[in-house]
């Protein structure tokens, strides 16, 4: 029987040198058909995470399973061929500037398929559809805007219908207007494919509006806490509030480790 969970960390430790663990013995799970978000601030190893899913590392320890499979960077071919299955949306995933749109969401097609041209323009033209996009086809990358250009990058990230789809950092940079049509659009696409969506991000609101689950990890991967939206928003726990609620300081301090003032500026009869 297939298990519900489409990803499974299970007891992982990783660094990318010897010296230091980025990952500890973090053990999670993915529901399938589920928008997971793991929310944590900036270095504590949601980007690494991704690449042990997609196998662009290897955990030192534990394993990473897709789909009851265990992934494995060094096996190329079965790494083809778990990808495909894969689509990845990165945070800064450069689209072919000098191609059209349209031959941008088409690459992948041409790349791992063997389509005739005519069902390859179906596909574009109903992925670019998906995404609002289908009239921008015969731009050029250079004349789209960086709402769009995320877009379209979306629309070539399905274009081999993924059955998992990962997103680091889908609202970065983006305006208000365009981080709730991201937003939107990670949500229906996860429930009209069928898929299972994976989104890293710092924006809590925006994640926890879409999501049926969320993870917060903090540095080191630690899992400060998990659970639906709902559960983390209203716990009672200072770690997690001083991150949902965006405050600057409380258990994750303001201050980066210091001597105290009146060390550091010689200062006698001053308080710490
Ligand atoms: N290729 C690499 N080689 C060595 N260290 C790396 C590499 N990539 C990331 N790191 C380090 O690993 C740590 C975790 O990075 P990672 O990108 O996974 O964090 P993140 O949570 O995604 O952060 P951000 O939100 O800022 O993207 C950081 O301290 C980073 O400096």
Redesign the pocket.
Known sequence: MKSDSLIEIDRVTFG??ARRK?LSDLSLRFGRGKVTSIL??????????LRLIGGSNTPDSGEVRFDGEKVDGRDREKMFRMRRRMGMLF?FGALFTDLTVFDNVAFPLREHTDLPEAMIRDIVLMKLNAVGLRGAAKLRISEVSGGMARRIALARAIALDPELIMYD?PFAGLDLISMGVAANLIRTLNDVTGATSLV?S?DVPECMAISDYVVL?APGGRIVAQGVPADLMNSSDAEVRQFVKGEPDGPVKFHYPAPTLAEDFDLKGVAP
């Open positions: 990318y040198d980025i944590g601030g900036s270095g504590c190893g949601k980007t690494t995470l945070q950092e890293i710092h990890l």
